[in-house]
Each structure stands twice: as C-alpha cells, then as structure tokens.
C-alpha cells in the first residue's frame, strides 16, 4: 500500500475572525503529485499595442482624472472608464422585475474603472519609489471621494489582478475601481463579524491583533502580518496602527508611509515566490456604515501559488498547505538587496 | 475615445436566492481583450503512470470499498483514502488553543476521501451508461452514510475536479469526498437563506422554483436547469423534483433516473463549450438539520470558462457575461446525436 511520507505537522482548522470562515491547514497537500503538465504561467503578447501605455490615450475608454492634474504628455498615474464594464454609469439604479417571481434583480448601475499606474508598459508597483506607491494610493483615495457623491453607491471596490493566472488580461500595472449600489456578500460577512466581535469584547477586531510569530514588517503607521488563518499560502495583510473604518481617510503621510510598506511586501514576496501572480485587495466599509467603531479597513495581498477546486467553491472553506507562523518566518527574513 | 460596441442588453445584478449573494451579469465583458497569450489548457502526461488505474491499485492509499463488493480484477468503481489529505482520519476531534487569544482553531480531524470512477484511464464520467454513473452516485451515498456513523462529523462535501483550470492534479475520472467536524461557511448561509424563505413563504425555495425559459430538460425525478442568478457562464443545476433534504436519501431507481439526466448535462456541456474543465458539486445538508422543510439538495456544473479575479475575492461577487435565459436557451437545443 503506498504511504504518503509523514508530515511534520498535523492538519489544523483554523477560523478567520474577520471573515467568519474556516481555513484547512495541511502541510500534507503540498507534496501531491500532478499528472498534468506544469501550467505555464502564459506570458503577454507584444506590447507594441498597449492601450494603457503613454501615447495611446486615444485608444482608451474616457479619462476621468490623470495625476498630476495639469501634467499633458507627462502624466504619472491615469484615472480612466473601464471599456468593458461590469457595471453600467449610464443606468437609473432602480429595481427591475425578476424573470422569476420571487427572485430579485435591480439594473446593473454602477462604476468601473481602471487605474494605469504608470505611463511605461514594463514598471510594475513594486518598481515604484514609496511615495510613487503612495500616489496611486491616493489616487484611489480620490476616485473613491467622488463616487461617495453618488447617493446609490452603496461600496467600492479597490482590487488588482497582477499575471494571468490571478485573472489578469492586461499586463500594464494597472488596478480596477468598482462602485456598487449594494453591499456585497463577502464584505457584508466581513462587518457583521467584526461587530460580533466588538460586542463580545469592546474592541475593534484589528486594533486587537496581537501578530507576535505572525509579524512580517512595521513601518510608522502600518503593520505587515500573515494572517492566523490565512486563506492562501503567503497572504499578507496589511494594517493601520490607528483605528480607521474607511480606506478614503488616509491622508499624504500615511499613503507614503502605506507605500514603503507595501513595496517592501511586493518585493518579498516576489522574490521568495519567484513573482507569482497575485491579487490586492483593499478592503474599507460600506460609505454608510452603522459600524464605524468596529470595521477597521486593510490590505490584503493573494498569491495564487495553485488553483482552487470544487471543494472551496462549494464549501467557502480553503485549504492552505502553508502554517501562517511559517509563511510569516520566511517573509520576516527576506533580505531586500 | 475608443468606443466599445453598445452591448444589446444592459447590466443587471441579480440575487442568487438560494446562496444569498450578488451575480453581476454584464455581457459587455465578454469582448474584452486579453495580451495574454492564450492559457493552454494543460494536457495529461503519459499515463501508464496512474495510480487510479486497474492494476495499480497497491500505488494507492488504502480502499474502503469496492464495486462490485466481492470483485477483483474487475471492479468498476473503488472508493479510496486521499493519500495527500487535507484532513486527518487519525486525530481526535478537540480544541487546541489558537497561537493567539480569541483566535479559534480545533485539529483537522476529518475524512478525505476518492472515489475512483472507473478502471480505466481514459473514460469519462459522461462516456458511463446511465446506470453506471447512478452507480457512482450510490457509491458517494453509500460512504456518507459511513460517515454519519462518526459523531463528530458534521457535513460532508461529494465534489469532482474536471480538467486542469478546475482544480484537477488527477485526469483519471474521480470524485473526491471530504467529511469535516464544521458546517463550512459556504453552507451555513445557503441553509439560513434557505430557512428564511420557508419563513417567508411556508414553502422549500426548490420545491417552489418556476424553471419557465430557465429550464434545460427533464427526467422522471429530476430538472435540469440553469440558475436565475448563476455564478458561471453556463452553469447547470440539477434538483430533485420531490422535497429531500439529503442525497444520501437517494435510492437506486433515482439514482439510475439521475444518472441519465447528469450524462445528458454532461454531453451537452462538453459539446457547446469544447470539453471545458469544470466542477461538479454536491450540495446536501449538514446530517444534524433543524430545517428539514426548507433544506433541499441539488447538484451544481460549474463550467470554467473564464478565471476568477480580485473582485469576486474581495467581494463574493462573481461577474457573469451570460445571460441566464441564454444559456438555458443553447444548452436546451443542444442535439445529442
Ligand atoms: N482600451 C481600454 N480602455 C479602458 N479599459 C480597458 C481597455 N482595454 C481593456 N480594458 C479593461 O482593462 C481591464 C483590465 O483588467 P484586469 O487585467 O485586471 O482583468 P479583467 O478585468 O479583464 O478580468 C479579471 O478580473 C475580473 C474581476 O475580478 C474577473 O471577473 C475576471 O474573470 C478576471 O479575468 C479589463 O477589465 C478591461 O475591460
Ligand atoms: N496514489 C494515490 N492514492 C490516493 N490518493 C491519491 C494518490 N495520488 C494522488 N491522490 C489524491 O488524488 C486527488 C486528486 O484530486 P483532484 O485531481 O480532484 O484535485 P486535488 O485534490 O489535487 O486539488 C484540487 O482540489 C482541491 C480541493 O478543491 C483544491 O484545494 C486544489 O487547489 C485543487 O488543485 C488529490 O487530492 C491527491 O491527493
């Protein structure tokens, strides 16, 4: 009978307070075999065609701001409408009837926009200097200022999607703005456990967080950690020292501050995983939120080192080969030269 | 400016009301660009390798059963311990202190299981007969109801991995089943939305469902159909007509009656969409349910066809750029010859 070598460590299940769901803690997967050829981590095309790139401005869906302000050819970071949007500015947010009685759709109203982060097609964020990092924080922060204008947008999401196997399909250092007239799912579980926790405890959930073997790095404002139940292997969380509920409330120091950090994040985790895809993620409250003192907004940063199956989708449940404690080692003592 | 084509209909975001969670369906998203290079689809090593295959056996980790009970070169179906699991069969169910206080974490006691589909390597389920896909149904039934036998088992996950995008390390056809001491977060809020329209309505939310222009086919005792607020593109549901809490309640006529309605949506999947990787999920109740009237299991085909992204990490939103109606519309003139 074949024996799998004994692992080191047991299996553990471990709940994300945060998110309210469990995490599958198995050093025992990571050494399963595959039959299928390695996936090639597909790479972009010419990039001669580049829309996001200087010069094709043209070729883009409409500018919404570009910073700084006045520059012309010169611009450092474009704020701009999704050619291809999930969600449509041209709708009346309303409700229309479902196909089915009893089941519940509204018009598809909302904001989708890209964020080009660079004028050159090859830099990515982590080849920006902190305050550059800072800049396109800010310039998130700006966008998501506006938005609050509009009564029905309910929440905004900032994520990007960096290689294609973390979905991807423009290799340009680009993020995406969606504003949504609901509140979704995920970031609906998200605050109603932070603020079972605060009830139980008279404390927000992340100024509470003790990382102890689960620190990374620090910087004057923010600190890097793996989380207790981290859902993929080598997530990073990044997180405000002081008590804040909306990303939006940053100001210039911090978004500089923020950006150091973050850099110092990318680079390790490129380096130690050999630049994996991956995704980031800032999670904020909703703009009307009932909650203030208990949601706490952060960072999040994916690796998507393998895929995921059946079993995460259909349980919400993750399986994670990688102990937090030693993911967080390993980050710590990377050396940036 | 450059102009993307006016898609024919607008945006819409729709309530999966069995999950209690947002689709965004945009149909303008599908002609978006991509410079990646195509993703090839992974294509299977040589197999004379395949621990899942007849006469390998003595490579796998050890067998709980077999179909038939009494054969030996001969079986057709093996139901096999994962040798790599994410859950341990060999620790006690208790609570271990988290590393860090107020954190939560219990051993990753659990089953993790495979069922091996059929002897032979290159045989899909869709290439069984009816009756033989009824009887890997049953052999699913029969190890649930093993696992029910454990107390500290609280759910148990049947889920299948086709083609590599979708998870799968094996191109042997399988399953996998994983028992585990939680009621996963997935399924905790598909039982609450479910409970709180009987609530509602006094009536099971899949009893009541009006498939109309949704509907694919139909069997003796079961519908095909594709969901009003589908999370993929093309993806399939399949509910049993009479109110049941629990697959492990199905006989051996229905499963017979089910296997032929699952080798249809197969086929018809596999023909319109080129083979596509995807995963077969399913969804029953936890074996302790206070909610019998409200719970009802089904079976859901997810179809692969586009990766997932930041946003619907973020938010538990996915993005659909098919139609519900649409889908249902192909997938029902599909002629399988
Ligand atoms: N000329 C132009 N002007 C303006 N915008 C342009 C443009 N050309 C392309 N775009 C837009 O640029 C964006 C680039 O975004 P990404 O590469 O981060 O991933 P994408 O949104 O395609 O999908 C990934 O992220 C989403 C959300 O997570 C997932 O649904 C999906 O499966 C995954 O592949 C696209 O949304 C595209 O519509
Ligand atoms: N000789 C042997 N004897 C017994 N068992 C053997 C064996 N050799 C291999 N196995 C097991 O066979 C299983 C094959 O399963 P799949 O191909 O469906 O996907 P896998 O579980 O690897 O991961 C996919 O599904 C899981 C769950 O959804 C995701 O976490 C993951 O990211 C995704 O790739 C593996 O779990 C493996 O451990």
Redesign the pocket.
Known sequence: M?EAETPKRSPEIRKDRIHNRWVLFSPARSR??SDFKAKSNPQPNNQRECPFCAGHEHECAPEIFRVPEDSTNDWKIRVIQNLYPAVSRELDFQNTPGTVVGDVAVNGFGFHDVVIESPAHSVNLSDLFPAQVGEVLLASKKRIEQLRNCDSIKYVQVFKNHGASAGASMSHSHSQIIALPIVPPTVSARLDSMTEYFQQTGKCSLCDIQPNELLIDESAHFISLVPFAATFAFEIWIIPRDHSSHFHEIDSEKAIDLGGLLKLMLLKMSLQLNNPPFNLLIHTSPFQDDHLPSTHWFIQIAPHL???????IATGCY?NPVFPEDAAKILREVRIS
Request: aromatic fraction near 10%; charge should be neutral; charged fraction near 20%.
């Open positions: 074949a399963r075999p393998s895929g995921v199956g059946g079993f995460e399986i």
